[in-house]
Structures are given as structure tokens and as C-alpha cells.
């Protein structure tokens, strides 16, 4: 194969060698993506609907969520077709995959970045939090957030499926990504997309900096609240964003800079998962977890669809 545009389609990586296991994985995928769907789809729903929720912390959240809720039908389609078909094969549209998980994943850790900066306002410097974070506030950085995914996506894209490749169309994983698609290019100018790499690497790693000095910020204006119970409830508006950062963050970066000596393919496919389908799951229920007003809007928001639907089954039965 001189070159990528003589390849026709790539060889994934298998989630299992029995057919046991791979019905398996079928049904847990199935289960991850529903829960996914509904977590995020109720919050979405009800940040939408709720006047009480049109806060920035809750309008980050709802983008936070929509980034979880189409990035999670990236990838997981795929792979439940290949467990249930036995096949392995992907063909053009591993550059759309590419380039919507890119695009996705990239947009939500810009997003918690932007998060993070609303908790730090709303507890650091409380008396400015109308003003640094007003309506035309929230929508320009969730806007930014969403173009840079975008454009950091478009070109990493373009560059990385633009090398020449001649080690085969195998990859090491179960889903396209641009690190195993590099593996298979056979001219120096791989280079120029690990360069781009790199410069996203630094980008990351600035955002990075940037969460870690604003929660020592936080906590130790926490630690300057006189009440126990300012301080608790300072502390519980940023324990699932903290624990959704350290679980993306966490895996993603012993995924790809794991030691080559613990490199393993379950222990590859495993990490894999953890960061690119078990957060969106996961992430609706550390959110609402303590979250007191969006609990209470979901369970109003299900009461209400609930009534209705017992409503119209009581009027279609009066009818016949």
C-alpha cells in the first residue's frame, strides 16, 4: 500500500477472541450507551426546562453534557456492530471517527477547563461572579470551547489521514485514533502531524496547569470560610468536577504514556474504554449525584412526564 488513499478500509483491533466474550461486550456497551443517553439526555432536558437551572454552572453542564451524548455514538455503534457481526473492518468512515472523537473529546476538557474557572469566580471571587460570568459571558467561552475542538479536530485530521501509509491497515485498537494510524505511515512526514501533537500536548497541559492553580486557589479560600457549613457546601460544588477531571485526565494519560514494559492489548483496551466510553456514562451521575436543584428538576421533570402519560392512558381508556 504506497499510500492512505489506496486503502479501502482498516482492520480493528477485536474486543475478544470467543464469541462468548464478544456478546458480551455487546451487551455491556449497550448498557454504558443507554445509561449514557438517558443520564445526559435528562440533564439536558432539564437545564433546558427549568428557569431555576439557568445558571453558568448548569449552562456549561448542559454543553458538557451534549459533548458526552454524541461523543459516546462515536465510537460505541461501531463497536457493538463488530461484536455482533464477528467482523473487524472499518472503511472510510474511520476518518469521520477520527474526527469526531477528536473533536468531542478535545471540546469537553476545554469545557471542564471553563468549569473549573466558573467554580473558581463563584467561590474565589464571589461579589465579581455577575459581571466575569454573565450571560454573553457563558455563551462566548462556551462558543470558543466548541471552535477550538472543532478546528484543533479538522486539523489533525486532515494531516494525519494526508501521510502516506505501507505498514498495513491494522490497528492496534478498537476504534480509529490518530497514535495507531500513525504507527502505519512509512515517511518522515509523520513529523509534521507529531508536531501538531505536541503543540496540542503543550495546550492540554496549559489547561491542565490552569485547573490545578485554581483549585489550590479554591481551596484555600475554602479554608478561610468560618462556618463548617460554607464550608462544606463550597466543597460540594466542586467535588464532581473534580472527580470528573481526575477520571478523564487520570486515564487518558496512562493510556498514552503508559510504560512500554506494562503495555499489554487487554490492558490497552481496557484503559481505552475508561476514557472514551465509560465518562459520558458516568459523568450525568457524578454531577447529579450532589447536586440538590438538578436532582429535584429531573425528578419534577420525570413526575410531570409521568402524570401526563397517566393522563392520556386514562382519557384513551374513558374513550373506548
Known amino acids: 500500500m504506497s499510500n492512505s488513499s489506496s486503502i479501502s478500509q482498516f482492520l480493528l483491533l477485536p474486543l475478544a477472541d470467543t464469541r462468548q466474550l464478544q456478546l458480551l461486550h455487546l451487551w455491556l456497551f449497550l448498557g454504558i450507551s443507554l445509561a449514557a443517553l438517558l443520564g445526559n439526555g435528562l440533564i439536558i432536558s432539564a437545564v433546558a426546562c427549568d428557569h431555576h437551572l439557568h ?64 467554580r473558581y469566580v463563584a467561590i474565589c471571587k464571589p461579589l465579581h461572579y455577575g459581571t466575569l460570568l454573565g450571560s454573553r459571558a457563558c455563551a462566548h467561552m462556551a462558543a470558543a470551547a466548541w471552535a477550538v475542538g472543532f478546528l484543533n479536530a479538522l486539523l489533525h485530521t486532515a494531516n494525519t489521514f494526508s501521510l502516506p501509509l505501507c505498514q498495513g491497515n491494522a490497528l492496534g485498537q478498537f476504534f480509529c ?7 502505519l505511515s512509512c515517511s518522515h512526514s509523520y513529523l509534521k502531524e507529531l508536531g501538531f501533537v505536541v503543540v496540542g500536548a503543550f495546550f492540554v497541559f496549559g489547561c ?21 457549613q460554607g464550608r462544606h457546601k463550597a ?76 393522563t392520556c392512558l386514562f382519557s384513551c381508556a374513558n374513550h373506548s
Open 208 to 228: 491542565f496547569i490552569f485547573i490545578v492553580f485554581s483549585y489550590v486557589q479554591i481551596f484555600r479560600a475554602v479554608l478561610r470560610i468560618p462556618s463548617e
Open 177 to 183: 485514533e490518530i497514535p495507531q494510524i500513525l504507527k
Open 55 to 118: 445558571t453558568p454552572m448548569h449552562f456549561f453542564l448542559l454543553n458538557l453534557s451534549l459533548t458526552d451524548l454524541v461523543s459516546i455514538c462515536t465510537i460505541v455503534p461501531k463497536a457493538m456492530h463488530n461484536s455482533l457481526w464477528d467482523t473487524t473492518t472499518i472503511s472510510t468512515a474511520c476518518a469521520a471517527q477520527v474526527y469526531f472523537l477528536f473533536f468531542f473529546i478535545g471540546t469537553e476538557f476545554y469545557l471542564l477547563t471553563i468549569m473549573c474557572y466558573d
Open 235 to 310: 466543597i460540594s460544588t466542586c467535588l464532581p468536577h473534580l472527580a470528573v477531571v481526575s477520571l478523564f485526565i487520570s486515564t487518558a494519560v496512562f493510556a498514552h504514556l503508559k510504560p512500554p514494559m506494562i503495555s499489554s492489548p487487554s490492558l490497552d483496551l481496557a484503559l481505552s474504554v475508561l476514557y472514551s466510553v465509560v465518562p459520558p456514562a458516568l459523568n450525568p451521575f457524578i454531577y447529579s449525584l450532589r447536586n440538590k436543584e438538578l436532582k429535584g428538576a429531573v425528578r419534577k421533570m420525570m413526575t410531570r412526564c409521568i402524570f401526563k402519560v397517566n
